[in-house]
């Protein structure tokens, strides 16, 4: 029988010094204590340390020095050359389970590195596809896999009794992306068209002529929030120009910017997909911020890890896939990535996302009326320790081509107050990474 130690002992780690495995462990261990409240403390003497990281001692830890070596100095990143039959990484006997390099693998999404623009792993906006994905291989991308290898890793490796009644409960990041204000007259007049709702036709002129358009809903959204106590945050186009991959940014102006963006606590920076430095598009917004998410969820990693981490943004909430919910990175809360060049964390926090409207809409095919049913399944799958961040784009807030739609995300906010679950904008997690 195991003699589990109490996770409210202080233990000390000693990680020998200018390895190819001290800076990730390092890293990955902290974080683990952030999800785990293991309660670690780094030592620089090995005789004053309870667990100790140093391959030239039989008392150590094991260490898989062969995958730091594969994925630092050969820079093997595909996943295929680590997992085989589940997304586990073994020791070199072939036959122990290494939940630490696991961990450190998924959670920095190396498996997304090295991927040129027009490779077969990404899709024609150039974005990495879910399907290009160990997640979709091995069907595992609404589990939050991370928490569960520090967790056995916790019990084995460290004789820890992670008690999941302890964790914290789980909060949500609400959040739009506001792509179009203007675009009600000609989309949803065309869903009127096709209905033959000639009635609907005439109120999309009225609208516009009075320049009024449905879209343009930015204090009706705030509304909804303020009915259910709840704090979200709006993410702007900074152009309207046709960026790369011919996608279309903003269709509002800089006065319109300004005027819907005033009505707002809580703004950031919808990075465009024009090949344009952060902080130039940051200069032309009405208002300041540090927060960011590319819109169309187009970016690359790491090379757009660089540039959010040499801008002045502090935290970048785009790490989702555009087709599935889930875990992009196999980890349910906020962290700051690892470099490989500097042999650190970046800067700035990522907040991954989980659920987005058009996921549902487009891409899963969820039926209209089971939308609010399989979002709410997933709070209920990751009531501790997630930080569970849904998009919800101004447009699925009207009611003709999005009908519906309204309905669905009221009855998430209605779980969401009743299950007392907190919400928290970037401001709020920005302060409490200081």
């Given at each position: 029988?195991i ?7 202080l233990?000390s780690i ?7 495995y001290?800076q990730?462990i390092?890293?990955?261990l ?5 999800c785990?409240?293991?309660g670690l403390?780094f030592?620089?003497i ?9 391959h030239?001692?039989?008392?150590s ?6 995958f ?10 595909n996943?295929n050359?680590y997992?085989?039959?589940k ?13 630490l ?16 623009e027009?490779?077969l ?8 596809k ?7 291989c091995?069907n595992?991308i ?5 928490q569960?290898y520090?967790?056995?890793?916790c019990?084995?490796d ?23 204000v ?5 989309q949803?007049g ?7 709702r000639?009635d609907?036709?005439l109120k999309?002129?009225?609208n516009?002529?009075?320049?009024n358009?449905?879209?343009k ?18 993410f702007w ?8 991959n011919?996608?279309k ?10 005027q ?5 606590k809580?703004?950031?920076l919808?990075?465009?997909?024009l ?5 130039e598009?940051?200069?032309t ?7 960011n ?5 187009k970016?690359?990693?790491?090379e757009?890890w660089h540039n959010?981490?040499?801008?002045s ?9 555009a ?10 809360l906020?962290?700051k990535p ?13 907040v991954p996302?989980?659920i987005m ?5 487009k ?7 089971n939308?609010s049913e399989n979002?709410i399944?997933?709070?209920?799958k990751?009531?501790t ?7 919800w784009?101004?447009?699925f ?8 739609y309204?309905n669905?995300y009221?009855?998430i ?7 007392k679950?907190?919400?928290?904008t970037?401001?709020?997690l920005i302060?409490?990474?200081?």
């Open positions: 029988m003699n589990f130690i109490k996770t409210n002992t233990l000693y990680i020998l010094k200018e390895e190819i001290s990730p390092h890293y990955l902290k974080i683990m204590d952030n785990l409240s293991v403390s030592v620089e090995k005789e004053n340390a309870n667990f100790i990281f140093d030239t001692d039989k008392n830890v094991q260490i898989n020095i062969e730091f070596r594969s994925l630092i100095i050969e820079k093997n990143y996943y050359h997992f085989r039959q997304p586990i990484i073994y020791f070199k006997d072939g036959q122990k389970e290494d939940w390099s696991s961990a450190f693998y998924i959670i920095n999404c190396f498996q997304e590195y090295q991927k040129e027009n490779c792993e990404n899709d024609i906006y150039g974005r990495f879910y399907e290009s994905s160990f997640q979709y091995f595992c609404e589990e939050n896999l991370v569960q520090f967790i056995l890793f019990r084995r460290l004789n820890l009794q992670i008690k999941e009644t302890n964790f914290l409960k789980s909060r949500v990041f609400l959040s739009h992306d506001i792509d179009s203007n675009g009600s007259f000609l949803d065309l869903w009127a068209i096709k209905k033959g000639l609907i036709v999309l002129i009225f516009e002529i009075f320049s358009p449905d879209w809903n930015i204090d009706f959204i705030n509304r909804i929030h303020n009915e259910y106590n709840l704090k979200s945050t709006f186009l900074a152009s309207n120009k046709i960026g790369k011919q996608i940014n903003g269709d509002y102006n800089f006065s319109e910017l300004s819907l963006s005033s009505l707002t809580s703004n950031g919808h990075k465009s997909s090949e344009m430095d952060i902080d598009e940051i200069k917004l009405p208002f300041k911020t540090n927060f998410r590319y819109h169309f969820l970016f690359g990693i790491p757009d959010i981490n040499n801008s943004v502090l935290l970048d909430a785009s790490l989702g896939f087709e599935r919910i889930g875990f992009r990175n196999g980890f349910g906020p962290f690892y470099n490989l060049i500097s042999e650190s964390s970046y800067d700035f926090i990522e996302l989980n409207d058009g996921t549902l809409q891409y899963m095919n969820i039926p209209m009326e939308t979002v399944n997933f709070f209920e990751n009531k320790n997630t930080l569970i961040s849904i998009l784009h101004n447009t807030f009207t009611n003709y081509k999005y009908k519906g309204l669905e009221k009855k906010l209605n779980y969401i107050l009743e299950s679950v907190v919400s928290v970037p401001e709020d302060e409490e990474f200081k």
